[in-house]
């Protein structure tokens, strides 16, 4: 995707914002276009609420038509609300066949750049759509997105370093989204390793992948039993991304490089195993690796951020499949900690690779691990797809994860975090059991987990209630929704500005 930010465009559509307030009369550069919409909000016709869209036809080249969206009332206009407007603007500018669009954003003092940057990003969302199976694309996305900015250079500078951000946010996101849609059969544990290994290329971090005889070695047993009835082996992705140059200097630093972890879980098609799932939207579960989409998303993303910290990003990934070989109800699996797990049931798989993960990131001494994993159907029961889970023992944590998903638009729910949770796993020849009671699921899942998590400041998500959209939204069609990433990018940059600020200070 192209942008370009300046004063004048060619664009051949053009989004106009207008506020539903009655002391904003609605303004456009466009010829006439303020006078037009003025008269139907007279008329009734328009009002100017949230998201409330209307097209005016332009006769002149290269304009061919505007798209006025609704802002809702001004002082009611928040981060997300601007990504929306965008993105139903975008999404509407598509279906009439856009080949350029510009975006006219009326001035908000101070906040310009946040709103450029957040405008740009729901612009390229709601242009998005994943077509790669289709004989019959349809009509092609826009390729170039203009925001007027009719400001002085300087401002511009800025403005323009904004939208890139924004539209390096978005890519990311169309990058876990299309990780996500592509179908299982064609994204096995070593297709998505070698995707991970482009990604990494790209986004200037260092890569391994373990292959069965390391994961032998380093005793992930978890990991080689949910992968063992597949033909398809599992794989154990790591990425690693040091901070940027300017973090190396503070004499802490120099000692030992603080670590943020992030795990995904990558289980490429989830069949349930030998405990098979019903037949019914099974297809579904080639979504079972947006976690691991969600942490690939993030490192492509990365080099935008100049982040004073390294972070590292850990995959588990297998193909949960019933056969000949396949892990069984009943067999006893240890985990790269020592832990003996009772397999009750191959179906509660996600829980087993992230044991291994947690295990793995203990190497790091991390200041923070951070899981996402589509780990639940009991999440949906609980948050409707309104929310992912959030589960974590720290409350400074859970505060930032939730300020940052409310500013992305990626809304987190806190949820309970008891030992006691695991009281029901204890029961078996071995020392924890996968699965318990079907009655909070979610929450016996997470505490499972936490089991492995010990000595690590540690936050869960489980994104299974949020990973796939069931319809059209205004930033994402039906289909993956990429959830995480814009939550995940929010949250480590306000952690880069939390240590710059304290670096600061000392
Ligand atoms: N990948 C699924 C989670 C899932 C299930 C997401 C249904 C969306 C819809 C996970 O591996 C799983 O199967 N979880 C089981 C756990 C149970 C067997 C303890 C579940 O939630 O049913
Ligand atoms: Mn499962
Ligand atoms: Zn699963």
């Known amino acids: 995707m192209k942008i370009r930010i300046g004063p004048g465009t060619s664009a051949d559509t053009r989004i106009v914002l207008v506020y539903q307030d009655r002391g904003s009369p609605p303004r456009s550069r466009a010829k006439g276009v303020g006078p037009a919409v003025a008269a139907l909000m007279r008329s009734g016709d328009f009002a100017g609420r949230f998201l409330e869209t209307v097209v005016l036809p332009i006769g002149r080249r290269p304009l061919r038509r505007v798209v006025v969206v609704g802002a809702g009332r001004r002082s009611e206009l928040t981060e997300h609300r601007v990504r929306l407007w965008a993105g139903q603007g975008a999404r509407r500018a598509r279906e009439l066949g856009a080949a350029s669009i510009a975006l006219e954003i009326p001035e908000v003092r101070g906040e310009g750049e946040t709103i450029v940057e957040v405008a740009v990003e729901g612009a390229c969302l709601g242009n998005y759509r994943f077509t790669r199976y289709r004989s019959e694309p349809g009509p092609s996305p826009a390729r170039r997105i203009d925001v007027l900015s009719p400001g002085p250079e300087r401002e511009r500078r800025n403005h323009d370093a904004a939208a890139q951000r924004g539209a390096k946010s978005a890519a990311a996101i169309v990058l876990a989204r299309d990780l996500v849609a592509t179908p299982g059969q064609d994204l096995p544990p070593e297709a998505l390793a070698a995707r991970a290994k482009e990604i990494a290329r790209a986004a200037g971090a260092r890569i391994r992948v373990l292959g069965v ?8 047993g978890a990991v080689l039993a949910v992968g063992r009835g597949s033909a398809h082996p599992p794989r154990f992705i790591v990425l690693e991304r040091e901070p940027g140059r300017g973090a190396r200097t503070s004499s802490r630093s120099a000692k030992r490089t603080p670590t943020v972890v992030l795990i995904g879980k990558g289980v490429t098609f989830d069949t349930g195993g030998i405990s098979l799932k019903p037949h019914e939207g099974m297809s579904r579960m080639k979504y079972d690796m947006a976690g691991a989409a969600a942490v690939l998303g993030v490192f492509a993303a990365l080099p935008s951020l100049d ?126 059991e996968n699965s318990g009671s079907r009655e909070g699921g979610a929450c016996i899942a997470a505490a ?41 990018l929010r949250w480590l940059r306000a952690r880069a500005e939390t240590v710059r600020r304290s670096a600061a200070k000392h």
């Open 213 to 220: 005889p390391e994961l032998r070695r380093l005793g992930m």
């Open 307 to 432: 982040l004073p910290f390294r972070v590292v990003g850990l995959v588990p990934s297998a193909e949960n499949m019933p056969g000949g070989t396949a892990l069984k109800p009943g067999d006893v699996v240890r985990a790269i900690d020592g832990t003996t797990i009772d397999v009750i049931n191959t179906d509660a798989e996600g829980r087993l690779l992230l044991a291994d993960a947690l295990g793995y990131a203990k190497r790091y001494e991390p200041e923070a691990v951070i899981d996402l994993a589509t780990l639940t159907g009991s999440i949906s029961i609980a948050l409707g797809r309104q929310a992912a889970g959030l589960f974590t023992a720290d409350d400074a944590l859970a505060r930032e994860l939730s300020e940052a998903g409310e500013c992305a638009g990626e809304r987190l729910w806190r949820m309970p975090l008891w030992e006691s949770y695991t009281d029901e796993l204890r029961r078996g020849i071995a020392d924890l």
């Open 448 to 488: 499972f987990l936490a089991h492995f998590a010990r000595g690590l400041t540690w936050a869960h998500l489980d994104i299974a209630s949020t990973a796939w959209a069931f319809g059209d939204q205004t930033l994402e069609p039906r289909g993956p929704t990429g959830f995480g990433v814009r939550l995940l």
